[in-house]
């Protein structure tokens, strides 16, 4: 956060003044507050602002009140040739990720990041420089983290304990390292020292090799895992806001924040480089349980942290089988994945938050596990508001289901009828298409699987899951309108029609999904996701409008300046503007 600046410091001094003054002259409290919004707005302009609002969708200029919400949005009566000097940059409104995770980010970008690593060799090579850099990371309190590693790259073949095992500076070390989906974990021999013998039995979850756990089986490893100190994840918090602040990010759905971490949350809001609004999805410290007097809801005047909903988890992921599917796997016939909840359970849970007055999002990858989800919400929906529609009562409870990847066409209907809200993430589809078909066959994968158009009629939230894909919007966006890997340009047959193209977005609609959708969500339409009076003051400058912008462009724009709350957050390094 840089120091107030004076300028800054004298708006505040003169508006402590004028209302002292105010007070003095005993003028009504609504008036001294009108004097102080017109003296110390300030209006910006620009060559383009695109507002996503339907009462003036291209606008030129705004104005940001005190508080840092828009005042004013307009076009400049001033011709362009006059003004042009003054102007510079494109604006969209503050982008916002529907689905992320904040500390797991901050602590990735402090630990070993194996994506991509191509072979044992070079996982090992990246662990051995990482050690290097990091000579207090190994130790019993602060174990070596990474994330990022595919079995597929190693021939297909589980990674094992020993492997960790590197060389003489990197062995006997505490290490965790994250599959690239996040469901399984790869641990040492001494981590595995600390767990009982014989290790438990896990329902939901596998152990497919010595030293690798996943999914449920996790939580065996995870009870010995020593949290980082609050002091730690206030830095990984920090680290990622600024991250995400670079990319355009003025909003996140952060999905799944323990008890303990909201209070961390509360306190570091009040904070001035608290620079992205978090809409926080509660996850109990056990997980699909009810804990209502754990944590409290919070609504900041300010819009900076938001607590009202509560995260549940149905199955496991795809890659590592984890999803729940009505039938078995193609390419492996033994198994159909599994649930982490039974139906009984995940109902009576949804039934217990939404009295509560929570919002239920629900984690459901495979088709059972979305079926699950469903009917837990109908039959939630039919409890809530015995005298109107499910369709209205969703309008107040707005229920949604996380990733909701692989939908059985008979939900995907119901989906439809009764507006449960998607939230998916365009960067799955692009990162699961090499395998998914293998996995879930021909008729599964054009039927059910990563919808986008199909359920474009619910206002899906689009988001990265971020640290599991990367955070960039722009890729996000460049996958849902191409159905092409955002990395390589090219989709499953390294061809560039698309993967299934009939399911591609336009821009417009993936900006909505990054936008205007997550508000709605988060219920915070009219105020986020848009530049309109009365919305807080959030927006991202570009070089280029997204308008007519060749799609090999979008996957590479970078963001020149970020605002959030009408203060900049980022602003690109770099040659000052060569453009008027
Ligand atoms: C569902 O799971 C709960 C908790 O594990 C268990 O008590 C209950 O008997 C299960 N219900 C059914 C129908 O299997
Ligand atoms: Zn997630």
Request: proline share 5%; hydrophobic share 40%; glycine share 8%.
């Amino acid at each position: 956060m840089p120091p107030l600046s004076t300028s800054a410091l004298l708006r505040v001094s003169a508006v402590i003044v004028i209302i002292a003054i105010g007070y003095q002259l005993g003028l009504p409290n609504l008036l001294i507050a009108k004097v102080v919004q017109v003296l110390f707005s300030q209006t910006y302009c620009y060559i383009s602002v695109k507002t996503l609002s339907s009462t003036l969708s291209q606008a030129e200029c705004f104005t940001v009140s005190p508080d840092g919400k828009f005042t004013k949005v307009f076009l400049d009566e001033r011709s362009y040739d006059v003004v042009k000097a003054a102007r510079y940059g494109h604006v969209i409104p503050g982008l916002w990720d529907g689905h992320g995770h904040l500390l797991e980010y901050g602590e990735l970008m402090d630990s070993v990041n194996l994506f991509g690593a191509k072979s044992m060799e070079e996982v090992q090579m990246r662990l051995a420089e990482y050690k290097y850099l990091h000579k207090e990371a190994g130790t019993s309190e602060q174990w070596l983290r990474g994330v990022g590693w595919d079995q597929a790259n190693f021939g297909g073949e589980w990674p094992t304990a020993p492997d960790l095992e590197v060389n003489e500076k990197f062995k006997d070390l505490y290490v965790m390292l994250d599959r690239v989906d996040v469901h399984c974990i790869w641990v040492s021999e001494k981590v595995l020292s600390l767990l009982p013998s014989p290790l438990p039995k896990t329902p939901g979850g596998e152990i497919p090799a010595k030293g690798v756990f996943c999914d449920n089986a996790m939580n065996v490893v995870m009870k010995y895992y020593p949290k980082p100190s609050n002091e730690r994840k206030t830095r990984f918090i920090k680290d990622a806001m600024w991250d995400l602040n670079k990319l355009g990010i003025v909003g996140i759905h952060d999905a799944g924040v323990s008890p303990s971490e909201l209070k961390l949350y509360e306190e570091l809001a009040n904070d001035g480089d608290w620079s992205v609004r978090v809409y926080a999805m509660m996850e109990c410290e056990t997980r699909n349980t009810y804990c209502p007097d754990d944590a409290s809801k919070v609504s900041r005047e300010d819009g900076m942290l938001e607590v009202r909903s509560v995260k549940l988890f149905a199955d496991g992921a795809l890659g590592s089988w984890g999803s729940a599917m009505i039938d078995p796997y193609i390419d492996r016939k033994s198994s159909s994945g599994s649930l982490l909840v039974n139906a009984s359970t995940l109902t009576r849970l949804t039934h217990n938050w939404a009295l509560a007055g929570y919002q239920v999002n629900i984690h459901a990858i495979g088709d059972l596990a979305n079926r699950l989800a469903v009917n837990a919400f109908t039959s939630a929906l039919d409890t809530l508001c015995p005298d109107s529609t499910r369709r209205v009562c969703q309008t107040k409870n707005r229920f949604r289901i996380e990733h909701a990847q692989i939908i059985h066409p008979k939900e995907q209907r119901q989906m439809l009828d009764i507006g449960i809200i998607p939230s998916i993430q365009p960067t799955h589809a692009t990162s699961d298409m090499s395998y998914a078909e293998t996995r879930l066959g021909k008729v599964r994968t054009a039927e059910e699987a990563y919808r986008m158009r199909t359920l474009l009629p619910l206002n899906p939230v689009l988001g990265s899951d971020f640290p599991v894909e990367p955070a960039n919007i722009f890729e996000g966006i460049y996958s849902a309108v191409t159905r092409r890997s955002p990395r390589t340009g090219l989709d499953a047959d390294d061809g560039n029609k698309g993967w299934y193209p009939e399911e591609t977005l336009t821009v417009d609609e993936a900006l909505h999904g990054f936008t205007k959708g997550p508000a709605y969500a988060a219920f915070l339409e009219g105020k986020a996701g848009v530049i309109k009076v009365g919305a807080y003051a959030d927006w991202v400058v570009l070089d280029e409008p997204l308008e007519g912008m060749d799609m090999e462009d979008l996957r590479k724009v970078t963001v020149k300046e970020t605002w959030v709350g009408g203060k900049r957050v980022y602003k690109r390094a770099g040659p000052e503007d060569r453009r008027g």
